[in-house]
């Protein structure tokens, strides 16, 4: 198959999928992808420090601080992201 046939399958799959399940699975790989990064980074405390730097001004933003149920799926995603599975 190639590249463009796998697109294409792939863009129908997410119409038989729906928008959210679709999304859903995309954030997933996205997630996994940014786990295996942390993971293998040879400076993982620093990229931690910035990392909490920055959920944490997420976190303080009127976007997700106005939001309890926000915030919450937030810290759950970035500890999924931080731990060792």
């Not at 940014?34 to 001004?57: G, I, N, S």
């Amino acid at each position: 198959m190639t590249h463009d046939e796998e697109q294409q399958s792939a863009a129908e799959a997410a119409g038989r999928l729906g928008e959210i399940d679709a999304l859903d699975t995309q954030i997933s790989g996205i997630c996994s992808m940014l786990h295996a990064l942390y993971m293998a980074h040879p400076a993982r405390e620093q990229v931690r420090r910035q990392f909490d730097r920055l959920l944490a001004k997420l976190l303080d933003s009127p976007y997700v601080a106005d939001e309890p149920d926000r915030a919450l799926v937030l810290r759950a995603t970035a500890s999924a992201l931080l731990t060792n599975r």
